[in-house]
């Protein structure tokens, strides 16, 4: 079985996941009644302590 690190995803330059990710903060915090804020993270494979 694989571990798997994670880190911050780097979306700076991908416009169209930045849009998503907001409209979903929109609809939630909407939805929730209170701010709410998505953390976007990237998993990496520990495959080099196997």
């Known amino acids: 079985m694989m571990d798997k690190d994670y880190r911050i995803a780097e979306l700076s330059s991908q416009s169209d996941a930045l849009d998503a990710i ?8 909407e939805t929730y009644g209170s701010e709410v804020a998505l953390i976007a993270y990237a998993a990496e494979n520990d ?3 196997d």
């Not at 907001?22 to 915090?29: D, G, N, V, W």
């Open 47 to 49: 495959e080099d302590n």
């Open 22 to 29: 907001r409209k979903l903060e929109k609809q939630l915090t």
